[in-house]
């Protein structure tokens, strides 16, 4: 199995999957449904298998495939993952059909096409796994636009109240990144020797100022995709209007991008310009954890409070990327992947809860643990998941990040300690607010909190919780395989672990 196609098959199939949905006559909105969903549970079923084949302690790169595509330019369709694409490629292939299923009715209270809706879902599964796949930067960057045109309708089309203005904000803070991204690239192939292959860039010699400037290009197109402090303000927007099931995607998935390009590209193509300009990731890394905690807790929209939610974390991974040591840099990947699981859960149960009472205003709600006990638990799980509580999988990667920063910036690890808290304050209080205390009375009048949780809800979110804690108690799997790559990645900007001293040793 280690010569079959892997990535071109991952990347080509969600394609053709939406092309053939999109065909599918309008009338029968149940088929569309269902071929998705059978679609990306073939994409999971493939992506399990290439799993259980990449060898954890093998080569840093495996499953290389490249075939030519502008030989003038020397750029081919080159594809390879390392541990760390494959565990975004993991995440993206268990996302997709969970989303499918929340999804379920969502095109249809919007009255406009099932069809569409489904075959966006799966155009962009396609880009989000080529955009971790790609090992050609051309190819990288092909897809890291292509995929702002799924999100987009899937927001301006599908969403909530002010979509067309989220949507658009969206698309021009994301295009204005592309654009920066672009002229790097450029910058890059002329000084790189004519060539954008990774493989062949990473020995390429560059003149300091020269690749300095590249680097700028390319971080702050990334450090918008994530985002970042101070590029953050699109993603409450976009988070808050699209549908639920989109936004799991956004926030879970397609925001990786930002921080797995700069661990893919940035820190290996330009080591002495990624320690340069580590004082300044690093401080906009910690203001973020604090400004978007902060935020967070002035909100009183349930969808708006998760996105701000994200920012802070956002924060932890980058002082996990930028702290240079193999353990703040594990617990960085690792959050990637715990984050999406645990905030694409949060915007999914936020979906439900909103679907049933109409409005996602906090004080809308009041005591609806009396009437949803099942669904206001698995409310409770996921936001102790964000908070990062012992015992669940973002607990473990916040360890990491904490850890492996306290070893070398000592004063910004304790800064970065207090999102802990104001994360349990956040947390908390929308959790209290919405489902305990005094019941609503206009909760009880309504139709929808007079059922639990449905068997499809059952379904969307008991795998989620399910990963959530099984990963909190059971992580090594995971880290086994992200560790190789992420030492690799260290060696490359030349940073190595700081030596402990020993107990007692005099001088």
Not at 16 to 33: C, D, E, F, I
Not at 262 to 285: D, K, N, T, V
């Amino acid at each position: 199995m280690s010569g079959f196609p892997f990535l071109p098959v991952l990347t080509v199939a969600p394609a053709v999957g939406a092309l053939v949905v999109a065909l599918l006559p309008r009338s029968n909105a149940q088929l569309a449904k269902v071929v998705a969903l059978v679609w990306s549970l073939a994409v999971l079923v493939v992506t399990a298998v290439m799993c259980v084949v990449f060898q954890a302690n093998g080569k840093r790169f495996q499953f290389h495939d490249s075939y030519p595509w502008i030989k003038t330019w020397g750029i081919n369709f080159t594809f390879q993952v390392d541990g760390i694409a494959l565990v975004m490629l993991a995440l993206t292939a268990v996302l997709v059909p969970i989303v499918i299923v929340a999804s379920w009715h969502d095109a249809e209270r919007s009255k406009r096409s099932v069809n569409t809706y489904m075959a966006l879902l799966l155009a962009l599964e396609a880009t989000m796994v080529g955009v971790f796949a790609a090992s050609d930067i051309f190819l990288f960057y092909v897809f890291f636009e292509v995929m702002l045109v799924p999100m987009y309708f899937l927001i301006g089309s599908y969403g909530g109240q002010r979509r067309q203005y989220a949507a658009v904000k969206f698309f021009l803070y994301s295009l204005f990144g592309g654009l920066l991204m672009l002229a790097a690239v450029i910058g890059l192939w002329v000084v790189g020797g004519h060539t954008l292959d990774w493989n062949s860039l990473q020995h390429a010699n560059l003149d300091t100022g020269v690749a300095r400037w590249i680097f700028l290009g390319f971080f702050l197109a990334f450090a918008i995709k994530a985002p970042f402090f101070p590029f953050h303000t699109w993603l409450p927007d976009a988070g808050g209007a699209a549908p639920a099931g989109a936004a799991a995607l956004l926030v879970g998935v397609l925001d990786k991008v930002g921080t797995y390009g700069i661990l893919r590209f940035c820190l290996p193509l330009f080591p002495e310009a990624s320690r340069f300009f580590a004082p300044l990731a690093l401080a906009l890394s910690v203001i973020g954890i604090i400004y978007g905690a902060l935020l967070a807790v002035g909100q009183n929209d349930l969808k708006r409070l998760v996105a701000y939610t994200s920012i802070a974390h956002f924060g932890f991974i980058g002082i996990g990327i930028f702290a240079f040591t193999s353990q703040a840099g594990t617990g960085a990947v690792l959050y990637m992947l715990n984050h999406g699981l645990s905030t694409g859960a949060l915007f999914l149960i936020v979906g439900m809860l909103v679907q049933r009472r109409g409005s996602a205003n906090v004080r809308d709600f009041g005591g609806a643990a009396k009437l949803v006990p099942v669904l206001a638990g698995c409310f409770f799980i996921a936001g102790l998941s964000s908070l990062a509580l012992p015992g669940t999988s973002p607990f473990v990667s916040e360890f990491l990040v904490l850890l492996g920063t306290f070893t070398t910036h000592k004063a910004l690890a304790i800064v970065a300690t207090s999102g802990v808290i104001l994360a349990a304050g956040y947390i908390l209080w929308m959790y209290q607010r919405s489902m305990q205390g005094t019941l609503n009375p206009e909760l009880a009048k309504s139709d929808g909190f007079k059922q639990d949780l449905t068997g499809r809800e059952k379904w969307v979110v008991a795998p989620l919780i399910l990963l959530i804690l099984v990963l909190g108690v059971y992580p090594k799997p995971v880290i086994n395989v992200i560790s190789p790559a992420v030492t690799a990645t260290m060696h490359d900007i030349g940073k190595s672990d700081p030596v402990p001293s020993a107990v007692g040793e005099h001088k």
